[in-house]
Structure formats: structure tokens, C-alpha cells
DNA sequence: GTAGGTCTTCAAGTAACTTGAGGGTCAAGA
DNA sequence: TCTTGACCCTCAAGTTACTTGAAGACCTAC
């Protein structure tokens, strides 16, 4: 069954090696069997794993989610709502996110738009967006938190 | 000059002071004066530095772009459009950063009410959805990179 | 048999801070 | 004057999710 050496595993999940080395140190992979000389050796059940595993992380999913889903899977006794609601706040995280993004994209639009129509070629210290920049307001101070990724 | 203590400057431009010491150590801030007793002492030209510094970092800057755009601003001999074109070459990052974002969202969405629709409350080895994620695809195998932070 | 590619472990590096330990300073109130 | 509590100091280690590097073992093909 484990006939799919490391490599091959990378490979075939869009990982690579170390990355499946550390999964496995962090527990969020069991640990591989080994062949004679000590080579981790893989088989079709792993490689569905650690797909799961990725496409997660691709889904911006935090490791301890992730191993929260991996859990789940493995046990009958437990809901897939419980799936679902981690996917539900997950969702909620994105979408806040991505309205940060959004205002940052307006941002950097704004700066860039400024700086050619204001002080285009004119020297660093009097640019007119560096200077709006560094003046501090009331919004930047009542800020509770700055941008997290979550 | 330098009569605000470091909590104040730290209130007044929404940091905590750890992060403060933290720039002073990477050599984003100058070395703050100090009184008597070893204590820093900050003015308010410290405060518009920091200001500027912070207001770059909720931008999504990276501390390597700020420390450029921070130099340019105390040099007079550089052009302000070098500055334009950190934030623009910012700004295309964004929106790559944007447009994974919105797929993400689409994707999480998709899982809830695919979840809702086929397996609620069913048990956790038996969720389609969990075992959709799990079907190595060759999409994903294909795929280049994974989501990466600018 | 040897060359090149792949594998092993262990350690350290990355970003951008945060947290903790252990102790010094300062202003106000009893 | 003493004490209390808020604030400050340094230094070290922790965080996340890996990546990179060193030094050596193994495996396959020519």
C-alpha cells in the first residue's frame, strides 16, 4: 500500500517535500511508514488527506481549523454541521477581508491618480500624498485595531 | 522637544509600544532621544513619522516598501515617482490579492449551502462536501501556486 | 561504478510583530 | 515620607506556516 514515495506525494497534491515533513511533525499528518532504508512511503488514502489538507489551506483556512476539519472526518460521531459552521465563520471572515481590500484597492488608486495629478517629478520631501500621508487625523487615532489576517 | 513618553506616542498613532521599540530596533524609526532615567522621549515630528509608518502598514506595505518610501521622503535629490510607482506596482499586488479573495468567498459560500442542501446534520465521515474536498482533482494538481500574501 | 536525482535529519531563517520575565521610574494620594 | 499603581526598560522566546541550507544516505540509469 505506502508505495508512493515523498516526492510523488508532493507532486501529486501540489505540496512539496519539507511542507509534508513539517505536516507530519505538527501532527496534522500521521506519521508515514516507513520502508528498509528509513524512505517515507505513501499511499492513495494519504494523498486524499493531504489534498484535503491543501485545498483548505488554499481556502485560507488557519492549520488549526484545518485539523479541527481533519478530526471531524475521521469521526463518526460527530456532526458535518460542525463543518459547516466553521466554514460559515470562515465566510464571514473572508468577506470582511475582502471589504478591507476593497477600500485599500480604492486607496492605493487614490495615491497613485494624486501623485501624477498634484507634484508629478517634483522631489520626495514635497510630494503632496507623502505629506497627506504622514499628517496624523482623528480616524487614524480612534482606530481600535489595525488590518489582522485572520 | 522630545517630552512625549512612549505610551503617548503610541496612543496617538494607534501602535503599542512593543511595536514602537520593535521599528527603532529595525532601523524604521531613528533612535529616540532619552531623559535621565534611560526613558525615551518622542516630538512631533516622531509622531508624523510613525503616523506615515502606520498608515503604510494598514495599507498592506510591507516594512522593506516603507522603509524605501520613508528614505525618499528625507531625500529631496529622489522624485516623488518613485514613490508613485511603489504604490502602483502595490496596487496591481492588491488586486491579484483581490480577485483570489472574491473566488475564495464563492468558494466558501458554496460549501455552506452545499452542506446545508445535501448532508445536514449527517455525520462527519459522511459529508459529501468534506469528501468533495478530499477528491484529488486535476485542477489542483495542475495548479502552479497556492494563495500567496504580497 | 559512477553520476545525478531524490531522500534523510537537524538547525536556522523568514515577517512582523507579541508575550513574558524581572526589574527600574514616576506621579499621586495617605 | 511611604506606598501604590501605572508606566517604562531590556532581553529572550514565542507566534504562523512554512522555506532554506548543510551534511550525508539511497536509488536508478547508463
Redesign the interface.
Known sequence: MPDLRIGVLA????TNAPTIRYYEEIGLLPPAARGDSGQRGYGEED???L??I???????LAIDKVRA?TT?????????????DL??A??AA??A??AE??A??A???G??TD??AL?????????A??EN????SER??A?PK??I?P
Chains 1, 2 share one sequence.
Do not use: I, N, W, Y
Open positions: 507532486g501529486r497534491t501540489g494523498v486524499r488527506r489534498t484535503f491543501r485545498r483548505c489551506r488554499d481556502l485560507g476539519l471531524l472526518m475521521g469521526d463518526p460521531a460527530r456532526s458535518c454541521l460542525e463543518a459547516r466554514a460559515k470562515h465566510l473572508t468577506r477581508k475582502l481590500l476593497k485599500l484597492e486607496a492605493m488608486a495615491f497613485v501623485c501624477e507634484c508629478a517629478g517634483g522631489s520626495g520631501p514635497d510630494c500624498v507623502l500621508l504622514a499628517e496624523p487614524q487615532a482606530k489595525p488590518m489576517q
